[in-house]
């Protein structure tokens, strides 16, 4: 039996199956709801209210008594978090009538704020795709040669190509095109070697799109082919995240649901980056069939699942991918709407955990040809290293989790308006001032400045400031000896910092820092920081010459900030350099080099990974790493910011 | 034989580097123990296990985090390691034993590891599987040891999935025995979903967990 499901305030409805979930109807109707904790019952932030009552307009009649009743668990996740009537977690709550849902502002999954620029990236013009204009003599009885081989000719005495294939979706179209234009054409041949569009008279359009795939977010540039210039940039959340925050959750639904969960998430990518394509492309005034080819780079397994391949064994050790190298296939195959001869080049792996998009970096930055050491730190939902120089290259993957992004975040959000960004603590007082996306005014604690949460970026200023504070220890416990109303223990024990007060908010309460929070925090920085020694003792290193930080959310953190917690090595700060989206340069110069391309595949394989929780004294590093900014390791490039005692230097008298 | 005021000295004195975390010391104290002849079995049990209560109570508290209580489970191995080998071996034991091991696909050990010093510290006899362990391994390593509890841990979702297979294997060789499973994604709703017995966020919860299902098996053996 199926019934009518509404939700408000997007409007959308449909009719669903008895017992489907409010989440799962929310996510066939295309309605975002937040579902952090992978539908685990413990987050709770999926919850919905439900409407009561007739609803003429919309034709039904809602009621709590049309849903699956609630059982201890879930009551227990609702009281934790306010005691409104008629909320319901959208997960666990299955529906036998009709319902009108009303999703609230702090359950919505906001529209994001993705900033993956392009970056101006250097590389010389040697696209795959290239357009040959040729001019054919008409046949005749005397010369009744076939169309295909006529234009073979004409392409080898005019451009000096030989042998060429024809795709047979362009072969199909042939003899009416060069009828129809006269026998003046435009022919598109990739690799030299097929054509695969042929089009009426001269025409200079050769576009292509570069994609990078993140877990959370993607970007699509679409570029110009004979120049090398963006011509349009859009970026979209990844519609995977409604199936999962992490990787991990994403390789675990396909686990789950053997039959249809890796073909559900890849016809969800599928449609992510054909909407992608179609908005570039209307962007610039074209079409998506102008689109010739398309280069994708993205982590191991939204390569696997973009490409169809079963993720669950690179999900666990030994994390084996299906294959290292790159990937070039038709772009119908998979129904990708672009040029449907075109080409799908997707970017080689180097292992389970560090994939494509890494690789994107590499041939982006490019350390395998400097001489200086780099470490690169790519910090996206998972934390990606590579150090070294032309002579030798490392890599590993660090587990720190989302938390560095916001999520098993008490206040975590995305960056979307009403997301503290930044926070600055006075130590003497303890008062915060912070700034949310969407304003450039500085909060006073009385003004309200709708703040609804906390972004990545600010959770690392937030952390770094209260420790500088002296309101977090060296160890992470908070300090309840501080003198301020902020620091207190909240309604379950548990030590917090109030960062912003219920009238600054448009949530109706306080925004919070608790322990939990910054132990949470505490992991993934020790992830990423015991994985940049772990590397540097495995090449003899005490230093590095350069630290490239990559990412569209490394970009945003404040180096100052990321120093003090300790997320990396100490050094000097003016080695920290932004690369920003080096995966996506990655994409585009791979469009752009058929070189780089070669390239690619080259330093994929000889990049040597290594498997941090092999290493003997992994759990040890991996602790001391966790303090602030290090249990034992000096950080004196500190010294004047922190109190030298936290330091881990040798004090003179 | 040493006094008791020097048998009360030296449990002061290991617990409190335990609890303080000085390794090389409490290696020290250990072996001053075994020099002077007090019992190994009573330092050990009050000084070590004494101290890593303290320890425990400091991580509820949120005053200690996973890097005090690795290098505490460290000061504890020093002086255990010294000990051990004097402590005369106690009949029928007034403590359980536990399998203990990280799933197979899985090799993050840390949190198996701080399980097992606070397991050990405390009397219990643990076999460790290690990490990446054949879900086979779990089932044979029960019986032939008959341990009361095999404790799970899986740091990661894809690697969890594991125990909802593994857990009938157990059972079905073996009903009484209780399960216990851990790790970041697991959840009240996983052991409710998975069949296990119970799970603890925690190592020291861990211990609290323990402690009442072996009560309830001994009780149920009783009657």
Not at chain 2, 85 to 95: D, E, F, L, Y
């Amino acid at each position: 039996m199926n019934h009518t499901i509404i939700f408000q305030p997007s409007g959308r409805r449909g009719l669903v199956p008895e017992d489907t979930t409010i989440l799962d109807a929310a996510r066939r109707l295309g309605v975002g709801i937040e579902a952090v904790c992978g539908e685990q019952l413990v987050c709770g932030k999926c919850r919905v209210k439900i409407m009561e009552g007739s609803f003429p307009k919309e034709g039904i009649t809602s009621s709590m008594a049309h849903l699956s009743g609630l059982d201890e668990k879930e009551i227990k996740v609702l009281k934790r978090k306010d005691s409104d009537e008629n909320l319901r977690l959208a997960c666990s709550t299955r529906i036998k009538g009709d319902v009108l849902v009303f999703v609230p502002e702090a359950s919505r999954t906001g529209k994001q704020v993705v900033s993956k620029a392009a970056g101006k990236i250097r590389v010389s013009l040697k696209p795959a795709v290239r357009k040959f204009y040729v001019e054919l003599p008409h046949p005749s009885l005397d010369d009744p040669l076939g169309d295909f081989e006529r234009l073979e000719q004409a392409l080898e005495e005019a451009h000096g190509l030989k042998k060429l294939r024809i795709d047979f979706r362009a072969l199909q179209r042939l003899p009416d095109v060069l009828r129809r234009s006269d026998w003046k054409v435009t022919v598109t041949v990739w690799q030299k070697a097929e054509i695969i569009r042929v089009e009426a008279g001269k025409v200079e359009t050769n576009i292509g799109l570069a994609v990078d795939i993140g877990t959370t977010t993607c970007a699509g540039y679409l570029t110009d082919l004979n120049t090398g210039e963006v011509i349009a940039t859009e970026s979209m959340m990844n519609p995977q995240v409604r199936y999962g925050e992490d990787v991990m959750s994403r390789i675990t639904y396909c686990m789950l649901n053997e039959e249809t969960g890796l073909r559900e998430l890849q016809q969800t990518i599928i449609e992510g980056l054909n909407a992608m394509a179609k908005q570039a492309s209307h962007k610039a005034g074209f079409t998506p069939e102008d689109i010739s080819e398309m280069t994708l780079v993205g982590n191991t397994a939204m390569h696997h699942i973009l490409l169809g391949i079963n993720p669950e064994h690179m999900g666990v050790a030994p994390f084996t991918p299906a294959l290292h190298q790159s990937v070039d296939i038709k772009a119908d195959r998979f129904g990708i709407h672009i040029l449907p001869a075109g080409n799908i080049h997707v970017l080689p792996i180097e292992a389970g955990f560090v994939g494509a998009d890494n690789v994107g970096c590499l041939i982006a930055d490019v350390p395998h040809k400097r001489k200086e050491i780099t470490l690169l730190v790519d910090i996206g939902t998972n934390g990606e290293l590579v150090l070294g120089n032309r002579d030798k290259l490392i890599s590993c993957s660090c587990a720190t989790g989302p938390a560095l992004e916001g999520a098993q975040i008490e206040f975590g959000m995305r960056a979307a308006p009403g997301a503290i960004e930044r926070v600055k603590i006075d130590p003497e007082t303890k008062e915060p001032a912070y700034k949310v996306i969407g304003s450039n005014r500085w909060s006073d604690g009385e003004a309200n400045m709708q703040a609804k949460g906390i972004c990545g970026s600010a959770i690392i200023d937030v952390i770094a400031e209260m420790f500088r504070a002296g309101i977090l220890r060296k160890n992470g416990q908070i300090n309840m000896e501080c003198d301020s109303k902020r620091v207190r223990k909240g309604e379950k024990g548990v030590a917090e910092y109030v960062l912003a007060w219920r009238h600054e908010t448009s949530i109706d309460q306080d925004i919070v820092v608790n322990q939990k929070d910054v132990r949470a925090i505490q992991l993934a920085k020790g992830a990423l920081y015991s994985g940049c020694l772990i590397m540097m003792r495995r090449l003899g290193l005490t230093q590095f010459d350069r630290l490239a930080v990559a990412g569209a959310f490394g970009s945003h953190i404040d180096k100052v900030a990321a120093m003090i917690i300790g997320m990396f090595p100490d050094c000097d700060l003016k080695k920290v350099k932004y690369i920003g989206n080096a995966a996506g340069d990655g994409a585009r110069i791979a469009l752009l080099n058929v070189d780089k391309r070669k390239e690619a595949n080259e330093i994929a394989r000889k990049v040597e990974y290594v498997e941090l929780a092999l290493e003997e004294d992994f759990n040890d590093r991996f602790g001391e790493a966790m303090q602030f900014p290090h249990m034992f390791d000096p950080f004196p490039h500190l010294a004047g910011i922190l109190p030298p005692e936290v330091l881990n230097i040798e004090q003179h008298v | 034989m040493a006094t008791k005021e020097k048998e009360q000295e030296l449990i002061r004195r290991l617990q409190d580097a335990v609890i303080h975390y000085k390794v090389a010391e409490a290696k020290k104290i250990a072996e001053e123990t075994v020099a002077s002849g007090a019992d190994a079995y009573t330092v050990t049990m009050e000084g070590l296990a004494g101290g890593m209560e303290v320890v425990s109570e400091k991580f509820d508290s949120h005053e200690y985090f996973v890097p005090e209580t690795l290098l505490c489970a460290k000061a504890l191995y020093a002086a255990l390691d010294v000990l051990k080998p004097h402590i005369k071996v106690q009949a029928g034991g007034t403590r359980g034993q536990v399998v203990l091991g990280v799933m197979q696909g899985d090799v993050h050990d840390l949190g198996k590891n701080i399980i097992k010093a606070i397991f050990e510290a405390s009397g219990w006899t643990v076999h460790d599987l290690g990490r990446d362990v054949p879900l086979q391994k779990f089932v044979e390593e029960q019986l032939k040891t008959d341990s009361d509890i095999v404790m799970l841990s899986a740091m990661m979702t894809t690697s969890m999935v594991g125990i909802k297979k593994l857990i009938p294997m157990i059972k079905e060789k073996n009903p009484k025995v209780k399960i216990m499973i851990g790790g970041a994604p697991i959840t009240e709703k996983t052991v409710e979903e998975y069949g296990a017995d119970t799970t603890a966020d925690n190592a020291p919860n861990a211990l609290k967990e323990a402690m009442k299902m072996l009560d309830t098996l001994r009780r149920g053996k009783a009657a």
